[in-house]
């Protein structure tokens, strides 16, 4: 038996394999080939490409239906696949659609949303054409650029483009995407982290106003019948209806039809682990397959693929059989430890960025409590709730701030007991692991 090492984002580690495998490789990828068939790789942390994007096809199905119905807001939370899905669109786009890609995340102005997105235009071939007929367009900047594509060159049509907008953005904007719709080419506008720019905006004084101004005229652009051939498809990693309620905007993405990116199917992810399986040349028995669902509870695909990453290097590293039992013993030193800790830091910190001081310790207080308790009541929380605000707290700002919390996957309600419980498994018992003692300490 062979090994051969294969590198990922955390630990480089040896896969057993079995004579005459034909690899193909790159320094932060492999491509294992048996017989032909195109092997499924065990990627955490970088969006999946290719034969590696897995159990969305009927998503990808339901989401071209709907593009070619209106605009499509793509909500899920981080790490749930949503840049895969994205990346889906770009590779095999449908209806002679052209996509253009912008990632926002760093963004905090129109004239930068704006410009990137005439930009990308400007270096496909076929809609090139369009960002040159600009009025302020810097043509022989562009010109420089394409004859010799060095950084400097793009780096000064960046600042170029952005100065010609900074006047009236709005009004060149309408040039742009008059002249997108007067091509008659369907076009696909996919804004990436969209929610978190205009976060970004809202939580800055320069520009919160211009946040609002931002979303109204990209309303009207939508609605406006000779857009017909425009589509949006925004998305984010935090929730956009709290940062729009922030504003007093929720009604600017009414014309979006929101599509929830939800976590496996039972069949799905059973399906999943036996193709990772499969890759690693690692064979689980059905109990074991189970075992590893059950831990994790809710079948989030970047979970599995946590725990199975850490199985592989159990099983390369000491040899052991891997049962049900060593699972369970991977999974609570490993994944709920400090190895792993990293991967599910987010959601902790994330608090902080986008809860003011006391509403984060009211948070922090609530999930711990739901870590502990394993369910609360509604009134139960809310008691909690107003334990940390201090004085009269705000019944409607408990509910605005639960829903929020749903939305971005830390929780969910059953109605039928109305009470709350993390959404995930795996998140409370990670939760518990490391923020529980908390309680004792500040209370």
Known sequence: MEHLQLRNYNSDIEIPLPHNTNLLYNKTVLCEMFS??????????????????FGRDAFMELVWQKIEAGHVLLAAPRRFGKTSVMYRLMDQPRGDYKIIHADLEHFIEPVELISEL??????????????NSLSYFPKKLWGRFRSNFEEVALLQLKIKLREQLSSQWREKGDEFFHKVAAS???????????????????????????AKTLLRWLRALRVSPEMKNIRFLIAGSIGIGYVLNELGDIATINDFEQLRLEPFSPRIATEFLQELSKTANLALSQPSQRKILDLIGTRVPYFIQILFSEIVKAYTQDGEAITPRKIEEIYHEKVLGVDCKTYFDHYYGRLRDYYEPQEERAIKRLLR????????????????????????????????LMTNLENDFYIRFHTASNSYEFSCKLLRD???????MHISLEH
């Open 369 to 400: 409590e739901l870590a502990m308790a394993g369910s609360l009541t509604r009134d139960a929380s809310y008691s909690f709730y107003r334990l940390e605000m201090g004085g009269p707290a705000d019944i409607e700002q408990f509910n605005y």
């Open 430 to 436: 990670w939760w518990l692991r490391h923020y529980a």
């Open 184 to 210: 008659e080419q369907p076009i696909l506008f996919i804004l990436d982290e969209f929610p978190m720019m205009i976060d970004r905006m809202a939580q800055s004084e320069t520009h919160r106003e211009e």
């Open 118 to 131: 005439i930009l990308k235009m400007a270096k496909d071939d076929q809609l090139s054409k369009i960002s």
């Open 36 to 53: 032909g068939e195109i092997m499924l790789i065990n990627r955490v942390g970088p969006p999946v490409r290719g034969d590696d994007f």
